[in-house]
Structure formats: structure tokens, C-alpha cells
């Protein structure tokens, strides 16, 4: 054979060879690329390592991370792992691949995230985005937190957790739909069962402790004891009455309470801050002292007087008898809960905490004029006329046992008796001294 034929034989086979190397490149393949120029549209032109032909790769697809410059990350000479995304062309002799950096970086992190996920653990990334219904979190690939999936309890505005970096738990990978779906809820959740055995083990009935207001209903405050919440029912606030809790209470409001029970096979503790407050009937008999007039509000109406708070968590009776010098059937014909009102005290006692009121001293008695000309005729008869004294004594008597055998008692109020029973001993001593 002639040089000639041999030559063209090599030519030939060196043609063959190309050819057979461009069947060797299959989309999904991981080639060597090296860099063998930039062009002007921030492409990086590659030569494919052992097949004779050229590939592109997009200055998006050089890297997981955003690029502005595609010359300061790489350069002619470069040598680089790429993954084939597709045939683009064969104009050029051997054809010509869309190659991706950017898509093998996210294959191997796919493959680490499915590792992870089956082996129980979890992983740590920022949150990049607050979209509508949840998180965008970058893990090296785009994962999704939905909403409900945020935290333990329902969270208004999720702008709070852009730019933080959170611990999640792996709930779905699906590598081939590039879906990552993940949960920070179940890592508060377990936290908080953690940090809940660990303070209620240590907790007993007693204990003053502080913690801050988490949320408010219309029985209660929740308060947290610092991953362990507690109840404070709306009757252990304070010592005045409570309508709402909102009403003395806001949320993340830090305050002191007492432990009244832990009950940890219920899940439960009961709090409260009253009993962390000094005691309102304390130096009582200073601040309210027998014959003192006092600003108080009506707090309570019923059959037989009204209950007037005189200091926060003080309330004292105004008996039915002491509310006017006029008769009325009930309390309510002349007052209302809520009403301003003066009082003055007739009896204090600290140790059964009862404090007896009168409206009607602090009024002038009205007399009409029948009782002005009789009262005129009766001080003119003899003050010797024992039989006229003995009268008087027999009507305030009957008139003491006829009212106290119509009222009744509670366990903060005063028999008619308590109330009246000293002034009665009085006019009876005066008028036998007359």
C-alpha cells in the first residue's frame, strides 16, 4: 500500500474514532471539562477530556451560588467535573453539550441530604425567603418549610425568621422533582418536651418562681416557666376581681407566681401571682380604722346589702339596713355595681377579714314634722316615766329581731346583729340613764 493510502486510512480512522466518542457522551455522564476560552456572553467554552469535542457551560451553571463575573471564578487552563445536560447542536465538527457545574454540586448535595434523611438525622441551613405558605431555606439545594411546619404554636408574621440559620428535620426528599420539604416544628416540639420532663421533675407546690406571659383566654394566663408553660386561673391574678385576664395581663409580660400543684401524668401546673402579692387585709384595722369614711366601688349586689370594695382585694358589707335611712326592699333599688360610693366603717376584723360599712351614717335622718312636734312632747315629760322608757326599750328590741331574723349571712358578711348590735346597747344604756 502507498504512503498515500496510508495516511488517508490514519485520517480515517482518526474520523472513526471521533465519531465513535461522540456516542461515548450520553446526557446524565460526568466528564472532565477543561476550560479552553470565555467567551463574550459569559459562556465557558470546554473541551471534553478523551472525546475530542466541545461543551458550554452557562455562567448560571458554573455554580450553586450566584455569579456576577464569570472570570473570577474560573479561567482558561481550568480543569472541572461537569454532568451532561443535553446535545445543543452539531454544527461544529463533533457536536457540542450543554454541560452544568452548578448541577453536579446539587447531585452530590441530593445525595448527602438522602443520607441524612435515612439516617434520622437533621440539618442546619438559613432561610433565605418568606413566601406565601411557608420558608425557603437553602440547603445547598431550594427546601420548603410550610407555615405549620414553622413552629409549636401559630406564627402571625414569618418575616421573623428571614436570615436566621434553623435546625429542620428531613419530612421529604424527592431528588428527581427537586423537592426538599422540612419541619423546625419538630425539633421545638422535642426541645420542649425535653426542657418540660427536665423543670416539672424539678418544680414543687410552693415554689415562687418567674416567668413571662405567653398567652391569655378568657379563664386564664398561660405562663412560661422557660419551655414549660403554667396556668394561672383568672381567680389566682389578683386578689380584686377579674373580668378578663387581658384586662391586668398583656403577653411576654414577666411575672412572679407560685407553684400551687404540678401534675406531671396530667401535663399540668397551677399558678398563681396573687399569692406572690402582699396580702391586702394586712394593717387593715390602720388603714381602715372603726369610724372612717372611705371612697369605695360596689362590687356586688345582693338580697340582703351590697359589697363595697374600700382597697384593691378589700371588700367590706354595707347591710341592707345601713344603706339608707329610708326603706328600701333591695340594694339594687339605690345602688348599682360599679357605683362610686362613701362608707364609713363600723367594725373591723382583720383575722376573719370582714369589714362592716355604713352608707346612711354619713347622711343626715330626715324627720317630718309629726315626728319633730313629738319628739318636742316627749322631751318635756317627766324623765322619770319608766314606763315610757321601758316602751322604747321593748320597740328597739322588737324591731332589732324582727330585721336580723330576715338576713342572712355569708362567709365575708355580718349578721344584722354584728352590725347594729353595739349601737343598739348604746341608746338602750342612754335612755336608761335618762
Do not use: C
Not at 47 to 57: F, L, P, R, S
Not at 146 to 151: D, H, I, K, L, Q
Not at 165 to 181: D, Y
Request: charged share 30%; hydrophobic share 35%; net charge negative.
Amino acid at each position: 500500500m502507498s504512503e498515500n493510502g496510508t495516511s488517508q486510512n490514519n485520517e480515517n480512522n482518526d474520523l472513526l474514532d471521533a465519531l465513535n466518542s461522540i456516542d461515548t457522551v450520553k446526557v446524565g455522564d460526568v466528564v472532565k471539562g477543561e476550560v479552553l476560552a470565555i467567551d463574550d456572553d459569559q459562556q465557558a467554552i470546554v473541551g471534553i477530556a478523551d472525546t475530542g469535542v466541545e461543551g458550554v457551560v452557562p455562567k448560571k451553571e458554573l455554580s450553586t451560588k450566584p455569579v456576577d463575573d464569570i472570570n473570577s471564578v474560573i479561567k482558561v487552563g481550568d480543569v472541572m467535573d461537569l454532568v451532561v445536560i443535553s446535545r445543543i447542536g452539531t454544527d461544529k465538527e463533533g457536536g457540542s453539550y450543554l454541560l452544568s457545574q452548578r448541577r453536579l454540586e446539587a447531585r452530590k448535595v441530593w445525595d448527602d441530604i438522602q443520607k441524612e434523611f435515612e439516617a434520622g438525622h437533621t440539618l442546619t441551613a438559613p432561610v433565605t425567603q418568606v413566601v406565601k405558605g411557608g420558608l425557603v431555606v437553602d440547603a445547598g439545594v431550594r427546601g420548603f418549610v410550610p407555615a405549620s411546619m414553622v413552629s409549636d404554636h401559630f406564627v402571625e408574621d414569618l418575616s421573623q425568621f428571614k436570615g436566621q440559620t434553623l435546625e429542620f428535620k428531613i419530612v421529604e426528599i424527592e431528588p428527581s422533582e427537586n423537592r426538599l420539604i422540612l419541619s423546625h416544628r419538630a425539633l421545638v416540639e422535642k426541645e420542649r418536651a425535653a426542657q418540660k420532663a427536665e423543670i416539672m421533675a424539678k418544680l414543687t407546690a410552693g415554689d415562687i418562681v418567674e416567668g413571662k406571659v405567653a398567652r391569655l383566654t378568657n379563664f386564664g394566663a398561660f405562663v412560661d416557666l422557660g419551655g414549660v408553660d403554667g396556668l394561672v386561673h383568672v381567680s389566682e391574678i389578683a386578689f380584686e376581681r377579674v373580668e378578663k385576664p387581658s384586662d391586668v395581663l398583656k403577653v411576654g409580660q414577666e411575672v412572679k407566681v407560685k407553684v400551687l400543684s404540678v401534675d406531671p401524668d396530667r401535663d399540668r401546673i397551677s399558678l398563681s401571682i396573687k399569692q406572690t402579692l402582699p396580702e391586702p387585709w394586712d394593717g387593715i384595722e390602720d388603714k381602715a380604722p372603726q369610724g372612717s369614711v372611705l371612697d369605695g366601688t360596689v362590687k356586688r349586689l345582693t338580697s340582703f346589702g351590697a359589697f363595697v370594695e374600700v382597697f384593691p382585694g378589700v371588700e367590706g358589707l354595707v347591710h341592707i339596713s345601713q344603706i339608707s335611712h329610708q326603706h328600701i326592699a333591695t340594694p339594687a333599688d339605690v345602688l348599682k355595681v360599679g357605683q362610686e360610693i362613701k362608707v364609713k366603717v363600723l367594725d373591723v376584723r382583720p383575722d376573719d377579714h370582714r369589714l362592716a360599712l355604713s352608707i346612711k351614717a354619713l347622711e343626715e335622718k330626715p324627720q317630718s314634722g309629726d315626728e319633730a312636734s313629738e319628739s318636742h312632747s316627749n322631751n318635756n315629760r317627766s324623765r322619770n316615766n319608766n314606763g315610757g322608757n321601758n316602751n322604747r326599750r321593748r320597740n328597739n328590741r322588737n324591731s332589732a329581731e324582727t330585721s336580723t331574723a330576715n338576713a342572712p349571712e355569708e362567709s365575708t358578711g355580718f349578721s344584722l346583729g354584728d352590725l347594729i348590735g353595739d349601737s343598739l346597747k348604746k341608746d338602750m344604756e342612754d335612755n336608761e340613764n335618762n
